[in-house]
């Protein structure tokens, strides 16, 4: 890691902790080559111009320090700069897992220490990793790690409040299912109808797990230009609850109301859809979902990628 980086660290995610361990963080950042340029935030809003004008200094290489949120914002602010710029370098994002929920560090099996995670971030190299993308009627957002529709919006939206804990989004899952009935959505692959009718969830995968630890879609892959679509039908609250423990292990791909397909792009309606993109809350009728083989250069750890690719 020797080319000059901006890392961001969000102050709030993690109920604080990426903002605790800063000083660590930055004594071993410090050790590789290159200059740090750091911009402390506590929310979207002044971020995003900060990174705007870093960008526009010409700093391509970015470090997050925070959870998904702080990732999905920060795509949400370089990608369509680094589009614009698409003659120039290509933008390098490293991450450094210090929120609650840390998909992406959870589907490679990366360290959620911090500090063991920035001793490994010093030998990463760019990683070229799938790029997907949502349009919600006709906004478009950049994620990750995994979007999903269905009652998951409504967790999400419990789950978005300061001082979050791991266990808080299972706590809201169980509350929600307890209290809501599945929805009516409309599911099409590659322009093909899937699936019409009542469904609890339905997640678009680009990696395996969302929801602190939840191996939503365990043969989800970073790299093949595909998407794993988890579907879960119209069962009943007490088979979703019984078998809900099972997704932890992603031993829940087997039961008969969990359905799987792959594809490029989805389409995804209903009415007033509540939907997440990388733990993000959003609402929408229509939800369109597509990607970009190789989109994004990933700062990755060669031995760790390997390895979570073949596990």
């Known amino acids: 890691m020797s080319a000059p980086?901006?890392?961001?660290?969000?102050?709030?995610?993690?109920?604080?902790?990426?903002?605790?361990?800063?000083?660590?963080?930055?004594?071993?950042?410090?050790?590789?080559?290159?200059?740090?340029?750091?911009?402390?935030?506590?929310?979207?809003?002044?971020?995003?111009?900060?990174?705007?004008?870093?960008?526009?200094?010409?700093?391509?290489?970015?470090?997050?320090?925070?959870?998904?949120?702080?990732?999905?914002?920060?795509?949400?602010t370089l990608v369509p700069l680094a589009q614009r710029d698409a003659d120039g370098p290509p933008l390098e994002l490293g991450i450094l897992p210090g929120g609650t929920g840390n998909a992406w560090a959870r589907s490679h099996g990366l360290p959620l220490s911090l500090t063991k995670a920035a001793r490994q971030l010093i030998g990463a190299r760019p990683t070229p990793v799938d790029l997907p993308e949502v349009t919600l009627d006709g906004r478009r957002r950049y994620?990750?790690?995994?979007?999903?529709?269905?009652?998951?919006?409504?967790?999400?939206q419990k789950s978005d409040v300061p001082g979050k804990r791991p266990w808080s989004y299972a706590q809201n899952a169980i509350g929600s299912l307890l209290q809501r009935r599945p929805l009516t959505m409309r599911v099409e692959v590659d322009g093909e109808l899937w699936v019409d009718g009542e469904y609890w969830l339905v997640a678009v995968a680009n990696c395996n797990s969302f929801g602190s630890g939840m191996r939503i879609a365990p043969d989800a892959r970073v790299d093949d230009g595909l998407f794993d679509i988890v579907l879960i039908d119209g069962?009943?609250?007490?088979?979703?609850?019984?078998?809900?423990?099972?997704?932890?292990?992603?031993?829940?791909?087997?039961?008969?109301?969990?359905?799987?397909?792959?594809?490029?792009?989805?389409?995804?309606?209903?009415?007033?859809?509540?939907?997440?993109?990388?733990?993000?809350?959003?609402?929408?009728?229509?939800?369109r979902y597509s990607l970009q083989p190789g989109g994004l250069q990933l700062l990755v750890h060669p031995d760790e990628f390997c390895a979570a690719r073949s596990s």
């Open 143 to 156: 994620f990750l790690s995994i979007s999903s529709a269905g009652i998951s919006g409504e967790i999400a």
């Open 5 to 76: 980086a901006l890392v961001v660290v969000n102050g709030q995610a993690g109920s604080g902790l990426a903002l605790r361990q800063w000083p660590q963080i930055e004594a071993i950042l410090g050790e590789a080559p290159g200059d740090l340029q750091v911009l402390m935030t506590h929310s979207v809003a002044e971020m995003a111009p900060q990174v705007q004008a870093a960008w526009e200094a010409g700093t391509r290489r970015v470090i997050a320090v925070g959870g998904d949120g702080t990732v999905h914002h920060l795509l949400e």
């Open 235 to 287: 069962a009943s609250r007490r088979e979703v609850l019984v078998a809900f423990p099972r997704v932890y292990f992603g031993a829940h791909t087997s039961h008969p109301r969990v359905h799987i397909r792959r594809g490029s792009e989805v389409r995804v309606s209903g009415e007033n859809l509540g939907m997440e993109t990388d733990g993000v809350p959003g609402l929408a009728d229509e939800l």
